[in-house]
C-alpha cells in the first residue's frame, strides 16, 4: 500500500504545533502552580492556629453553640470544590468520584426516607454531579481567581454557614482535591457543620486555665468557630487550586512527550515513504533505459 506522504508531512506538522500549545501550557501551569502551592501552605499554618485557639478555650466542652450541636439528618448540603476547566488529566473525575462516594455514604447512614441532598458548586466541572445524580444546584460559585484571596471565598463559607445556622441544613460536607505535591493529589471529604469537637482537638496544646473572659466564653466560641469553619473553606480552595495547577501541568507535560514520539514515529514512516517513493523512481528510470537499449 502506498504511503501519502504529503498526508503524513501534514500530519508533523499539526503534531509540532500541538506540541508547542501543550509546552506553553506546561509552563504556565508550572508558575501557576508555585504560586498556588505557597498560598495552601499559608492557609495551612492559619487552620492549624484556628484548631489551637479553640483547643486553649477551657470553657469549649461547657459552652453552648449552634455549631456543635447534632441534629436529625434531613436535609444535606454538599460543596463540591472542582476547577473550571479542564485539560488536567484525571483531576475533576476523581472529584466527582469521591462526591458519589459521600452521597452514597450519606444516604446509606440516614434513616429518613426523604432526605434532601443540595449542592453548592465551587467551579464548573462540579455542577454535573449534581446533574447528573439529580440534586438542586443551589449556587454555582465560578468566577473565583486562579489563586482566590481570603475574601473571595468568603461568599462560600458564609452562605453554608448562614443555611446551617438558619435551619436549612443540619449537616454540611466539602469534597474537594487535596495537594500532597506536584504529582499527587488526593480526593477529600470531610464534614464541615456540624462541628465535631474530636476534630478541633490539637495534641500538647494546654487548655487555658481559669479565666475571666470579657465577652463571655459563649460569645467567643460563637465568634471563633465561624472563622474556623471559613479558614476551612478556604483551605480546602486553595488546596484544590494547587492541586489543580499541578494536575494540569503533569496533564500537558504528557502530551507535550506524547506528541514528541508521535513526531518520531511520523517522521520514520514519511522516510521510509520517501525512501520506497525514491527507490521505486529509481527503479522505473533503470526500467526504462533498459527498454531503449
Known amino acids: 500500500m502506498a504511503i501519502n506522504i504529503k498526508a503524513i508531512k501534514s500530519r508533523i506538522k499539526s503534531v509540532k504545533n500541538t506540541k508547542k500549545i501543550t509546552r506553553a501550557m506546561e509552563m504556565v501551569s508550572a508558575v501557576k502552580m508555585r504560586k498556588a502551592v505557597e498560598a495552601t501552605l499559608h492557609a495551612r499554618d492559619f487552620a492549624v492556629q484556628a484548631k489551637e485557639l479553640l483547643q486553649r478555650l477551657s470553657g469549649l466542652e461547657e459552652a453552648e453553640s449552634i455549631f456543635l450541636e447534632k441534629r436529625d439528618v434531613s436535609n444535606v448540603l454538599m460543596i463540591v470544590v472542582s476547577s473550571n476547566r479542564g485539560l488536567c488529566g484525571s483531576f475533576n473525575s476523581n472529584v466527582i468520584k469521591k462526591a458519589n462516594s459521600l452521597l452514597s455514604e450519606i444516604k446509606t447512614k440516614s434513616n429518613n426516607k426523604n432526605l434532601k441532598v443540595d449542592v453548592l458548586s465551587v467551579g464548573k466541572k462540579a455542577s454535573s454531579f449534581a446533574k447528573k445524580n439529580g440534586l438542586d444546584l443551589i449556587a454555582v460559585y465560578d468566577e473565583l481567581k486562579e489563586n482566590p484571596s481570603y475574601a473571595d471565598v468568603l461568599p462560600v463559607a458564609t452562605q453554608a454557614i448562614t443555611a446551617f445556622k438558619d435551619g436549612t441544613y443540619d449537616e454540611v460536607h466539602l469534597v474537594y482535591m487535596n495537594y500532597i505535591s506536584s504529582m499527587v493529589q488526593?480526593?477529600?471529604?470531610?464534614?464541615?457543620?456540624?462541628?465535631?469537637?474530636?476534630?478541633?482537638?490539637?495534641d500538647n496544646v494546654e487548655p487555658i486555665g481559669a479565666s475571666l473572659f470579657e465577652p463571655s466564653i459563649e460569645?467567643?466560641?460563637?465568634?471563633?468557630?465561624?472563622?474556623?469553619?471559613?479558614?476551612?473553606?478556604?483551605?480546602?480552595?486553595?488546596?484544590?487550586s494547587a492541586g489543580e495547577h499541578s494536575a494540569r501541568m503533569v496533564a500537558?507535560?504528557?502530551?507535550?512527550?506524547?506528541a514528541t514520539d508521535m513526531i518520531k514515529?511520523?517522521?520514520?514512516?514519511?522516510?521510509?515513504?520517501?525512501?520506497?517513493?525514491?527507490?521505486?523512481?529509481?527503479?522505473?528510470?533503470?526500467?526504462?533505459?533498459?527498454?531503449l537499449e
Open 252 to 258: 500537558m507535560k504528557s502530551a507535550s512527550d506524547n
Open 186 to 202: 488526593e480526593s477529600v471529604s470531610q464534614q464541615v457543620l456540624p462541628l465535631d469537637r474530636s476534630e478541633i482537638e490539637v
Open 265 to 291: 514515529e511520523l517522521t520514520l514512516v514519511f522516510n521510509k515513504g520517501r525512501q520506497a517513493a525514491i527507490t521505486q523512481e529509481i527503479a522505473e528510470i533503470a526500467s526504462g533505459a533498459a527498454a
Open 219 to 240: 460569645d467567643i466560641v460563637a465568634d471563633v468557630i465561624p472563622r474556623l469553619i471559613e479558614a476551612q473553606i478556604y483551605q480546602a480552595v486553595l488546596e484544590n
